[in-house]
């Protein structure tokens, strides 16, 4: 679990279901025998911020280093720094081959800012050398139809969410934010 990497100690058991009726908790708890990962096959939560997302994919990460496989949970903003980095220091295709050969990458926060520089072609080669062979679970606030304006170029964008959307499982979630749940129910504005 240190090797993860996560962020905090969020579990499906901790999870609040009550909170928001509309995320599919059938799936989800399909999700979490993690055969998809013994398929190789992608997960996509996406929906707006405080549904719950990063929880949900820090937990499926949990369920999937306590059945035996090797994850890793990093935001995009910090996989991107750390592939920047590794330009300035020579280890690059190192650091990309780490990210490559996990055997479930977990991305967090995708599409919040755009990508810059050579962060779309970090990501498209990111993805095309995961393809069919390592699981990801990517949570993001856009849909997969707005991510050619992530990556600035709707080539590349095509190529990339192609194979991502292939061997995929799409969990669109609506609802509340649990943020602002919590805060309602504490009393705060």
Request: hydrophobic share 40%.
């Amino acid at each position: 679990l240190e090797r993860a990497g996560f962020e905090h100690d969020r579990t499906l058991e901790a999870f609040n279901w009550l909170f928001n009726p509309l995320i599919p908790k059938g799936k989800i708890i399909d999700l979490a025998t993690c055969h998809f990962i013994d398929r190789k096959e992608n997960v996509l939560l996406i929906g707006p911020a405080g549904v719950g997302k990063s929880h949900l994919a820090q937990a499926l990460g949990h369920r999937a280093v306590r059945r035996g496989h090797d994850v890793l949970f990093i935001t995009a903003p910090k996989l991107f720094h750390e592939l920047r980095a590794g330009r300035g220091d020579g280890s690059h295709e190192k650091r990309l081959a780490r990210f490559g050969t996990v055997g479930v990458l977990i991305i967090d926060d995708l599409g919040l800012m755009p990508l810059r520089g050579d962060e779309p072609s970090d990501l498209y080669e990111l993805i095309r050398l995961r393809y069919e062979r390592g699981s990801m679970l990517i949570t993001s606030n856009r849909t997969a139809d707005e991510w050619a304006a992530i990556f600035g170029d709707p080539l590349l964008a095509s190529a990339a969410v192609d194979r991502l959307r292939h061997h995929a499982h799409i969990l669109e979630i609506d609802g509340p934010s649990y943020r602002d749940a919590r805060a309602h129910h504490a009393g705060r504005p």
